[in-house]
């Protein structure tokens, strides 16, 4: 729900708002086929309704490693390329900095306006993020 003149881009949602529409895909093709070469991704990649260029998705490979996303290990001439965290690893990495920005930027109006929406939260939803929330932490009983 948008409150006043800001409304949310509708650009996707989760993975879909932090990475490019094709850097998705690159990155979903190697979470599930993982290790793969860039030839690899580009069969995996092309069908009937998109044919990309080898350099296309040499590039975006490269862009991604860059980034920190994928990891490249040559083997024989090629190089092939793993995904440096898992699909839930990098949304929880991507969820923590985009916390941790707000926080940064905002502060407590961002923590309390955070609280005011778990009011709006189904129950059973809130009760799998107190899972989730809890999940790094050590029990002491």
């Not at 350099?55 to 290990?73: F, Q, S």
């Amino acid at each position: 729900m948008a409150y006043g003149p800001y409304r949310r881009q509708s650009r996707g949602t989760g993975l879909q708002r932090f990475f490019g529409e094709l850097e998705l895909a690159v990155m979903e093709v190697v979470w599930e086929h993982q290790p793969l070469s860039v030839s690899g991704v580009l069969e995996k990649l092309t069908d009937e309704t998109h044919s990309w260029a080898y350099t296309t998705i040499m590039t975006v490979m490269r862009r991604l490693t860059d980034k920190g996303w994928l990891a490249a290990k040559k083997q024989g001439r090629a190089y092939v390329y793993s995904a440096v965290y898992s699909r839930d690893e990098a949304k929880a990495l991507i969820a923590s900095e985009i916390v941790r920005s707000l926080v940064e930027d905002f502060g407590k109006v961002a923590v309390a306006q955070f609280a005011k929406e778990l009011d709006h939260i189904d129950p059973g939803q809130l009760a799998q993020l107190a899972d989730l929330a809890g999940e790094g932490e050590d029990d002491e009983t």
